[in-house]
């Protein structure tokens, strides 16, 4: 484990003085954070750093991954399964066919506008289609997934995926928090995104550790990293975040 961290401290620190040297150039920052989610994702997605390496050749024609619905049942109770639309979309999505998974889900909110999860689908399959972009038909998505689940820290995790996907790591913890402080003490998934937060804050944690210790690395400025969060919001009446 630690060899691991130790990798993800070094590529952290590399995008950190990059981002100092590139200060000017911001669209250089995203291709660099980019580049080290595809590295690093694992460890704060999977809890490990055991996730499997990408291809040059999976970047240009994306393939379907399923640990994307796995994730998303994670919000859900496992005796309630999806709706037919949701089931068959995940077929598609699993192929990596995000195009037709999206319309059928489509079909799914035109039929019913109340079903939570497909809206989050929806999202998810749109974000996927735009090659991890999350356009305002995705952006909307998440927001009536919202609107539909309320006390279910799924849509807020997925955009703080996103987030993370496009290097905005304090963004992608903020969401996270915000999901755990919003949702339900026994809502299904909650335990899963604080273990990712754990994993989220280690990694920014580790970052901060190696660029203090060698001032040449730190850019000016560099704000002192946040408290970590509680993953146990407090009761309610006891004030929040």
Request: zero cysteines.
């Amino acid at each position: 484990m630690s060899t691991w961290i130790a990798i993800a401290a070094m590529a952290l620190t590399a995008f950190g003085l990059g981002a100092w040297l590139l200060r000017e150039q911001r669209g250089v920052w995203t291709l660099m954070a980019a580049m080290l989610v595809v590295g690093l994702a694992g460890y704060a997605w999977q809890g490990s750093p055991g996730y499997g390496s990408v291809s040059a050749e999976s970047l240009e024609e994306p393939r379907g991954n399923p640990g994307l619905i796995d994730a998303r049942r994670e919000f859900f109770d496992p005796a309630n399964p999806p709706s037919r639309y949701v089931t068959t979309a995940d077929a598609f999505a699993r192929r990596g066919d995000y195009e037709r998974a999206a319309n059928f889900l489509r079909g799914a909110v035109s039929e019913n506008p109340n079903d939570g999860e497909a809206w989050l689908a929806l999202g998810v399959a749109l974000v996927e289609h735009a090659r991890g972009n999350e356009a305002p038909a995705a952006e909307m998505a998440f927001k009536q997934a919202r609107a539909r689940l309320p006390g279910n820290p799924g849509p807020a995790f997925f955009q703080g995926v996103n987030a993370m996907r496009a290097g905005e790591f304090t963004q992608a913890r903020e969401l996270w928090i915000e999901a755990l402080a919003e949702s339900d003490e026994n809502a299904p998934g909650r335990e899963y995104v604080a273990e990712r937060l754990v994993g989220l804050d280690r990694l920014m944690e580790t970052l901060m550790q190696q660029m203090q210790g060698d001032p040449r690395t730190t850019p000016p400025g560099t704000p002192a990293m946040p408290p970590a969060a509680s993953s146990t919001p407090p009761a309610p009446g006891t004030g929040g975040p």
